[in-house]
C-alpha cells in the first residue's frame, strides 16, 4: 500500500477534521490516493481515520510518517529547518559538469549563494552527467578540500555531494555538515562506515543500479510505488547500518536512469515521498527534462522551467530544494510563500 496526498487546500480554517497537514509544513490536504494492489481510490482525510488509519498498520505507518513534524538539523552554529522550504546551491569544481564548468573563484562564488539565500552550498568534485568519467578521488578531493574549507571558515553550511568515501572523509574533516550521495551509500563499500563514524547527516539518492552508476537504464511498472520502495528499503538499511534515522534525507533522483515520462511521472507524484518520514531533496534544476519539454534549451536557457519545478516541489511540501539559479529561486520562494502566509491567515 501507498499513500498519496491530494487534494490541496488553501488553509485549513474552516476545515477541521477535513484536512491533514504536510511534515508540520506549509501545505495541507483534504485526501490521500490510495495505491493498492495496482488500483487506485481517493479516500478523505474524514474519512481516512475512521477507516482505513483505524484497520491498516501500514496505512497508519504512512499516515503518522506524511504528518510528523521533521526535527531540523543542528549543525555546529548552523540549524537547517525543514518547516518550510529551503535552498540548496549547487556548487560545481568540475570542468565538464553539465551546467558549465567551475567558478574561477568557487569559494567567493559559494558565499554569494549563501547571500543571496541559500541555506546549504553542495559542492562537487564529479560531474554525474550521463557520460562522465570517473574521477579518481584524488583528484576529485583536490578539486573540492580547499572549496569545502574556505566556505566553512566562512561560515557557510557546506554538503558535499560524492559517492567516494575518502572524499566523505576529507570533506568532513575540512568542515563539511552533510554527504549527498547519488548512489545512497552503496557505490563505496566503506561510505556507510564513514557516514556511521561521522554521525553526520546523508542524502540517500535513488538511481536504478547505483553501484554501476548513476544512469543506469530501468523499466518501471510503476515508476511512483518503485522508487518509494526502493528508498524505503535504503533508509532502513542505512539505519540498520548505525546511521540516526532523524539524519537521512531522501532524493528520488530526478533525471537519473529515468525517461521524461518517469520523471514527469515522479514529480506530479512527490507528496507521496513524505511517506518515508525523512525530509526530501528536489534537484531538478536545468535537468535534461526541461529541455526535451522546451525545444531543446541548453542548459544556460532552463530558468524557467527550473523556477516552475521548484514551485512544484514547494507545493508538494518538499523541504530542500537544490538549484543552480539560488537568487530567482528565492525570489520565487518569498513569493509563493506570501501567497500561503496571506492563505492561512484566511482569505
Known amino acids: 500500500m501507498h499513500l498519496r496526498p491530494v487534494q490541496f487546500v488553501d488553509t485549513p480554517i474552516g476545515h477541521d477534521g477535513e484536512v491533514a497537514r504536510i511534515a508540520a509544513g506549509m501545505q495541507w490536504f483534504a485526501a490521500y490516493e490510495v495505491i493498492e494492489d495496482g488500483a487506485r481510490r481517493t479516500i478523505s482525510i474524514a474519512e481516512f481515520d475512521k477507516t482505513l488509519g483505524a484497520t491498516d498498520e501500514r496505512a497508519a505507518r504512512l499516515h503518522a510518517a506524511i504528518t510528523a513534524p521533521r526535527a531540523p538539523l543542528v549543525l555546529g552554529e548552523r540549524t537547517l529547518r525543514f518547516d518550510q522550504p529551503q535552498i540548496a546551491g549547487i556548487l560545481n569544481v568540475t570542468p565538464d559538469s553539465f551546467s558549465g564548468g567551475a ?57 558535499i555531494d560524492t559517492r567516494k568515501a575518502a572524499v566523505m572523509e576529507a570533506a568532513l574533516a575540512g568542515g563539511a555538515a552533510i554527504v549527498n550521495d547519488v548512489s545512497a551509500l552503496i557505490w563505496d563499500d566503506r561510505a556507510l562506515g564513514v557516514v556511521t ?89 536545468r535537468k535534461r527534462m526541461i529541455g526535451a519539454l522546451s525545444n531543446e ?32 529561486t528565492v525570489q520565487a520562494l518569498k513569493v509563493w510563500r506570501g501567497l500561503r502566509d496571506r492563505a492561512l491567515v484566511g482569505r
Open 103 to 159: 567558478s574561477d573563484d568557487p569559494v567567493a562564488a559559494g558565499v554569494a549563494m549563501t547571500g543571496a539565500g541559500a541555506a546549504l552550498i553542495d559542492v562537487g568534485g564529479e560531474s554525474t552527467r550521463p557520460g562522465a568519467q570517473t574521477v579518481w578521488e584524488g583528484d576529485e578531493i583536490e578539486r573540492t578540500d580547499p572549496v569545502v574549507r574556505g566556505l566553512a571558515k566562512a561560515g557557510t553550511l557546506v554538503s
Open 197 to 285: 563514524k561521522a554521525g553526520c547527516p546523508v542524502v540517500l539518492m535513488h538511481s536504478p543500479d547505483p553501484a554501476k552508476g548513476p544512469h543506469g537504464g530501468a523499466s518501471y511498472g510503476d515508476v511512483l510505488t518503485e522508487v518509494f520502495d526502493w528508498l524505503e528499503d535504503r533508509v532502513a538499511t542505512v539505519v540498520a547500518g548505525g546511521v540516526d534515522r532523524a539524519k537521512i534525507i531522501v532524493d528520488p533522483g530526478i533525471g537519473f536512469g529515468k525517461r521524461l515520462a518517469d520523471n514527469l511521472a515522479l514529480l506530479n507524484g512527490l507528496a507521496m515521498f513524505h511517506g518515508l518520514g525523512c525530509p526530501i531533496m528536489l534537484g531538478a534544476s
Open 297 to 328: 534549451a541548453p542548459p544556460d536557457r532552463r530558468l524557467g522551467g527550473s523556477l516552475a519545478l521548484a514551485l512544484k516541489g514547494a507545493e508538494a511540501g518538499i523541504q530542500l530544494l537544490r538549484v543552480h539559479d539560488v537568487a530567482e
